[in-house]
Protein backbone atom coordinates (compact mmCIF):
# COMPACT_ATOMS: atom_id res chain seq x y z
CA UNK A 1 0.00 0.00 0.00
CA UNK A 2 1.47 3.33 -0.99
CA UNK A 3 1.48 5.75 2.22
CA UNK A 4 2.98 9.13 2.50
CA UNK A 5 4.30 9.60 5.30
CA UNK A 6 6.16 12.81 6.22
CA UNK A 7 9.34 12.42 8.47
CA UNK A 8 8.77 15.32 10.90
CA UNK A 9 12.16 14.88 12.90
CA UNK A 10 13.51 16.55 9.54
CA UNK A 11 12.13 19.78 11.33
CA UNK A 12 14.94 19.95 14.35
CA UNK A 13 17.74 22.04 14.96
CA UNK A 14 18.35 24.54 12.34
CA UNK A 15 16.00 23.28 9.93
CA UNK A 16 12.23 24.81 11.07
CA UNK A 17 10.84 24.79 7.78
CA UNK A 18 9.82 22.17 5.19
CA UNK A 19 8.37 22.77 1.86
CA UNK A 20 6.16 19.77 0.00
CA UNK A 21 4.93 19.48 -3.50
CA UNK A 22 4.01 15.38 -4.24
CA UNK A 23 0.77 13.83 -5.31
CA UNK A 24 -0.90 11.65 -2.14
CA UNK A 25 -3.18 9.10 -3.71
CA UNK A 26 -6.60 8.90 -1.74
CA UNK A 27 -9.17 6.05 -1.83
CA UNK A 28 -12.78 7.14 -2.60
CA UNK A 29 -15.00 8.49 0.46
CA UNK A 30 -17.71 10.87 0.59
CA UNK A 31 -19.25 10.19 -2.71
CA UNK A 32 -16.11 10.74 -4.87
CA UNK A 33 -13.91 8.37 -6.71
CA UNK A 34 -10.54 10.10 -6.80
CA UNK A 35 -9.31 8.42 -10.24
CA UNK A 36 -6.11 11.16 -10.11
CA UNK A 37 -3.95 11.56 -7.35
CA UNK A 38 -4.02 14.89 -4.71
CA UNK A 39 -1.71 17.58 -5.69
CA UNK A 40 -0.33 19.18 -2.62
CA UNK A 41 1.78 21.50 -1.90
CA UNK A 42 2.15 22.44 1.95
CA UNK A 43 5.18 24.64 4.21
CA UNK A 44 5.24 22.62 7.22
CA UNK A 45 6.89 24.79 9.93
CA UNK A 46 7.37 23.06 13.99
CA UNK A 47 8.68 25.40 16.84
CA UNK A 48 8.50 23.60 20.22
CA UNK A 49 6.02 21.07 20.17
CA UNK A 50 3.60 22.75 17.85
CA UNK A 51 3.61 21.59 14.13
CA UNK A 52 2.03 23.90 11.73
CA UNK A 53 0.69 23.51 8.21
CA UNK A 54 -0.45 25.72 5.25
CA UNK A 55 -0.79 24.90 1.39
CA UNK A 56 -3.26 23.83 -0.86
CA UNK A 57 -4.92 20.32 -2.22
CA UNK A 58 -6.03 19.98 -5.84
CA UNK A 59 -8.76 17.42 -6.47
CA UNK A 60 -10.30 16.09 -9.44
CA UNK A 61 -12.64 13.29 -8.89
CA UNK A 62 -15.83 11.87 -10.11
CA UNK A 63 -18.76 12.76 -7.60
CA UNK A 64 -22.32 11.01 -7.96
CA UNK A 65 -25.35 13.96 -7.56
CA UNK A 66 -27.78 12.45 -4.26
CA UNK A 67 -30.70 14.17 -6.55
CA UNK A 68 -30.23 12.48 -10.01
CA UNK A 69 -27.94 10.05 -9.58
CA UNK A 70 -26.03 11.22 -12.62
CA UNK A 71 -22.01 10.94 -12.59
CA UNK A 72 -20.43 14.50 -12.89
CA UNK A 73 -16.94 15.60 -12.39
CA UNK A 74 -15.55 17.80 -9.21
CA UNK A 75 -12.43 20.21 -9.70
CA UNK A 76 -11.54 22.24 -6.60
CA UNK A 77 -8.45 23.82 -4.84
CA UNK A 78 -8.57 23.15 -0.48
CA UNK A 79 -6.88 25.44 1.44
CA UNK A 80 -5.02 23.24 4.27
CA UNK A 81 -4.49 25.27 7.54
CA UNK A 82 -3.60 22.99 10.38
CA UNK A 83 -1.81 23.33 14.14
CA UNK A 84 -1.16 19.67 15.78
CA UNK A 85 0.48 19.76 19.33
CA UNK A 86 3.09 16.83 19.56
CA UNK A 87 5.01 15.48 22.24
CA UNK A 88 4.23 14.06 24.92
CA UNK A 89 0.80 15.30 25.74
CA UNK A 90 -0.27 15.33 22.72
CA UNK A 91 -4.04 13.28 22.16
CA UNK A 92 -3.73 10.59 19.87
CA UNK A 93 -7.19 10.66 19.12
CA UNK A 94 -7.32 14.17 19.05
CA UNK A 95 -7.39 16.71 16.30
CA UNK A 96 -3.55 15.96 15.92
CA UNK A 97 -4.19 12.38 15.00
CA UNK A 98 -2.32 12.47 12.16
CA UNK A 99 0.91 13.06 13.61
CA UNK A 100 2.32 9.98 15.26
CA UNK A 101 5.99 9.12 16.48
CA UNK A 102 7.10 12.30 14.54
CA UNK A 103 5.75 11.13 11.05
CA UNK A 104 2.80 12.90 9.11
CA UNK A 105 0.40 10.49 7.93
CA UNK A 106 -0.10 13.19 4.64
CA UNK A 107 -2.49 10.70 2.96
CA UNK A 108 -5.23 10.90 5.87
CA UNK A 109 -4.51 14.68 6.51
CA UNK A 110 -5.50 15.37 3.39
CA UNK A 111 -8.17 12.75 3.50
CA UNK A 112 -9.76 14.84 6.37
CA UNK A 113 -9.26 18.36 4.86
CA UNK A 114 -11.24 17.49 1.83
CA UNK A 115 -13.87 15.48 3.68
CA UNK A 116 -14.29 18.12 6.25
CA UNK A 117 -14.94 20.82 3.31
CA UNK A 118 -17.04 18.96 1.07
CA UNK A 119 -20.82 19.44 1.19
CA UNK A 120 -23.04 17.33 3.33
CA UNK A 121 -25.10 16.57 0.02
CA UNK A 122 -23.26 16.36 -3.33
CA UNK A 123 -25.04 17.94 -6.36
CA UNK A 124 -23.97 17.70 -9.89
CA UNK A 125 -25.55 21.59 -10.09
CA UNK A 126 -27.26 23.73 -7.80
CA UNK A 127 -30.40 23.81 -10.06
CA UNK A 128 -30.78 19.52 -10.01
CA UNK A 129 -34.13 18.52 -10.98
CA UNK A 130 -33.51 15.18 -9.61
CA UNK A 131 -35.37 12.14 -11.06
CA UNK A 132 -39.45 11.48 -10.77
CA UNK A 133 -40.71 10.00 -7.77
CA UNK A 134 -43.03 8.06 -10.16
CA UNK A 135 -41.11 6.28 -13.00
CA UNK A 136 -37.31 7.57 -11.56
CA UNK A 137 -36.60 9.62 -14.92
CA UNK A 138 -33.91 12.28 -14.72
CA UNK A 139 -35.99 15.44 -14.81
CA UNK A 140 -32.56 17.06 -15.68
CA UNK A 141 -33.00 15.44 -19.37
CA UNK A 142 -36.86 16.02 -19.58
CA UNK A 143 -40.21 15.97 -18.89
CA UNK A 144 -41.29 12.21 -18.34
CA UNK A 145 -44.46 10.57 -20.02
CA UNK A 146 -45.71 9.22 -16.54
CA UNK A 147 -47.83 12.08 -15.59
CA UNK A 148 -46.36 12.83 -12.23
CA UNK A 149 -45.32 16.83 -12.63
CA UNK A 150 -43.65 16.91 -9.47
CA UNK A 151 -39.76 17.31 -9.35
CA UNK A 152 -38.03 14.25 -7.97
CA UNK A 153 -38.05 13.69 -4.13
CA UNK A 154 -34.96 15.74 -3.11
CA UNK A 155 -34.67 14.99 0.72
Request: proline letters at 4%.
Amino acid sequence: MLTNEIDLSLLSGAQKRLEIAETVVLPPFGGLDFAEPVSVALVIERSAETIMIVGTAQIEAQGVCNRCLGTFAVSSVYDVEESFTTGPDADPFGEGNVVQNDRLDLSDLIRQVVDAALPLVLLCNEDCAGLCATCGKNLNEGTCECGDRTKGDHG
